[in-house]
């Protein structure tokens, strides 16, 4: 047994059993891949994947609980190499973060700017993503810290910390009617087609409950991924934007105006997410503490879970 059938068991699962992405993943060729897994089955004398002919359909029962402890060693061996460059390469290294535009955008500029005077020698890789595609980064091992609104806290595997709380705020043009109104309702905004978030992205599950709840059904005629987006089109005059309030930059956005929306659509939390059993860097810490200071390191280790199992809350 070696570490590359382990690698291969682990791809294969993650590449829906496909052994020509598999080989690629793992810059060998399908005929290797193929080797790789015979060898390993011989040796442990049991199947490991469902096949039909020679294509592989999926894991086996003794596969299954294979994968588990696979990804467990893997993972291990990944913290073995951080540990001995914590001590031999303390400043220097790499530190992947990944995060929603919002985030990216608005949350983390600061903070990557005081973290890259501090620790010049890290190459720290800013990716933009998906909540989900936030989960799978950091599962697969391919980020070490994942920041966003959604999702994070509902995975098994992670250990998701508070790091800030905020609100959506309606964004009109200036002179909009709603501009003239003292307070403003849910069926005030009803009233006027909306351009707000796609689903599943920043807080827009808490705006649709907000008008179901009311009873109200908005008129929403576009969705997009991220605020610029938002603001360009209710410049536009295709409806009044639902958008985060950190968002809105009043020295920017001098044709537009920030309506406070109060309590309407409740209060959203953004969480760093770390998966467990991820061995840190010390200046990955430091990064998660600029963030916010009461997430320092020890308050970190102390919420971290040993890895237990690889499923997920539905």
Known sequence: MNFQ????IREAARRNFNLTEVGNALFTSQSGVSKHIKDLEDELGVELFVRKGKRLLGLTDPGRELLVIVERILLDSNNIKNLVEQYSKRDEGQLTVVATHTQARYALPQVVH???KSFPKVHLKLHQAGPGEIVSM???GEADIGVATE?????????????YTWRHAVVVPKGHPLTRLATITLKNIAE???VT???GLTGRARIDQAFTKAGLVPDI???A???DVIKTYVELGMGIGIMASMAFNPAKDDDLKMLDCGDLFGENTTYIALRRGHYLRSFAYRFIELCSPKLDEGTIRAGLAPLLDSGTRE
């Not at 059938?5 to 291969?8: A, G, N, T, V, Y």
């Not at 999702?151 to 790091?163: K, M, N, Q, T, W």
């Open 151 to 163: 999702a994070l806290g509902e995975v098994i595997r992670l250990d998701s910390f508070p790091y």
């Open 114 to 116: 005081e973290f890259k």
């Open 5 to 8: 059938q382990l690698r291969i």
């Open 138 to 140: 950091l599962l697969s």
């Open 197 to 199: 978030y796609h689903e």
């Open 221 to 223: 005629v576009m969705s």
């Open 192 to 194: 006027y087609p909306i």
């Open 225 to 227: 991924l991220d605020a």
